[in-house]
């Protein structure tokens, strides 16, 4: 499936203004799950971080998180890359006209390579690095670029059933992923070999979670990769889902999970 084709498309119709673009983004915040979680560690990370903060949203995207980030506080510097030059120029164009371009600046960057050592004091990867094969040189960037006593935040797939696969023959709902999830000790591993001496992951998309993805991403996605006719029909097709993936999404940010299909993943550079 041809999944970043989908998201272009979503991104293009709630791209025609602002108001619209950060509709889209609100509506993300609300029915990705690991927005909620990403969204809960970053209030974590404000209680106890340096007020005028340093952030690398590493693998940015639309610029959701950026947003939210910017948002938060009006003392954060944020520093996004991406390897997609057309989604840079975009989310560069976005936030001037939002009137945040002065703290928010969106550039081409490859994570294997980029290196701004000692900058910042959180870096973010929302579902980027089962894009990345060569993700040991990306855990090494990462320490790095962080500052000591930096927060890296990483929300990844898991090997329990990550990018809706559940048995060995069984392919990717998502073709782009070149792995199909971290085992939960492995990344942690990964991430104490980098540097890090605190590394810590738990489960995340539960059952609840799981769910509430197949309701709010799934079955969207695959009705619009059938047909862009859907685009009609997905406001009433929400309409009807969206209250019952709300509360599966609340119960699986408050739940603890002995498995989970996705993993939030926090260390820490002493």
């Not at 969204?39 to 693998?59: H, Q």
């Not at 209250?243 to 999970?257: A, K, Q, V």
């Amino acid at each position: 499936m041809q999944y970043d084709k989908i998201k272009r498309s979503l991104g293009n119709t709630f791209n025609v203004n602002p108001t619209l673009r950060i509709i889209f983004y609100k509506l993300l915040d609300i029915l990705l799950l690991r927005s909620w979680h990403i969204r809960s560690e970053i209030r974590r990370f404000k209680r106890v971080s340096p007020k005028n903060s340093t952030i690398l949203d590493a693998g940015s995207g639309f610029g959701q998180y950026s947003y939210f980030l910017a948002k938060l506080s009006g003392n954060y510097t944020v520093t996004a890359v991406d390897v997609k030059e057309e989604q840079i120029a975009d989310c560069n164009s976005f936030f001037t006209k939002a009137g945040l371009g002065e703290r928010v600046k969106f550039q081409i960057a490859d994570l294997t390579t980029y290196s701004s050592e000692n900058t910042y004091n959180l870096i973010i990867s929302v579902d980027v690095m089962e894009h990345i094969e060569n993700d040991t040189a990306v855990f090494r960037n990462f320490y790095k670029n962080l500052k000591s006593g930096g927060w890296l935040l990483i929300s990844t797939p898991s090997d329990q059933g990550g990018s809706d696969v559940h048995d060995n023959g069984e392919s990717s709902f998502i073709e782009e992923h070149v792995r199909d999830g971290y085992n939960l000790d492995d990344i942690c591993k990964k991430l104490h070999d980098a540097g890090f001496e605190k590394a810590e992951a738990r489960y995340s998309y539960g059952t609840s979670g799981q769910i509430s993805w197949r309701l709010s991403m799934k079955y969207p996605m695959l009705m619009l990769g059938s047909s862009k006719l859907f685009f009609i029909l997905l406001p009433f097709y929400y309409l009807i889902t969206f209250p019952f993936c709300i509360i599966l999404n609340y119960l699986d940010l408050f739940l603890h999970h002995k498995s989970g299909t996705g993993l939030i993943v926090k260390a820490v550079k002493a």
